[in-house]
């Protein structure tokens, strides 16, 4: 059975883009084996995270990522059985959301800011599947 997953969390470093590029290198490595594929979006010291996969395979991903220093205030955004895979292309994307277009922002958010903790968990998956479609993704297995 596929499920999915989504997360947001706060870096503990303010400057996280190293954490960052550390996470993508070894979900891109490990993820694979496990049938994990999703993306990671990274900006203003934030962290939203979909992970999609097998349901035990997604749930013990996500309680490593819990326990995981580097973030804090995780909180489960969105979790669901799905029939297929919306991030089936990536191993793990990956978006910097300190680039994304306000206007992009504006059609999911109340300001041009992203914060997905003051939006439900279907607003930040709507998001992230516009960032599929206008190729803002990176990353590509």
Excluded at 60 to 67: A, E, F, G, K, R
Excluded at 78 to 88: A, G, L, M, Q, V
Excluded at 107 to 134: F, I, Q
Aim: net charge negative.
């Amino acid at each position: 059975m596929l499920v999915r997953l989504l997360y947001v969390s706060k870096a503990v470093e303010q400057h996280a883009e190293n954490h960052t590029e550390a996470i993508l290198a070894a979900s891109r490595e490990h993820n694979i084996s496990k049938g994990i594929t999703g993306i990671l979006c990274y900006g203003s010291g934030i962290f939203l995270q979909a992970i999609e996969g097998g349901r035990q395979q997604v749930n013990d991903l996500y309680n490593l990522l819990v326990q995981d220093q580097r973030h804090k205030e995780v909180v489960l955004l969105h979790y669901e059985e799905i029939k297929h895979r919306r991030f089936s292309g990536w191993t793990m994307g990956q978006v910097n959301l300190a680039k994304l277009n306000a206007s992009i922002v504006l059609k999911y958010s109340e300001t041009p800011v992203l914060d997905p903790y003051s939006v439900s968990g279907d607003v930040s998956l709507s998001l992230l599947e516009e960032l599929m479609a206008t190729a803002s993704i990176m990353g590509r297995a």
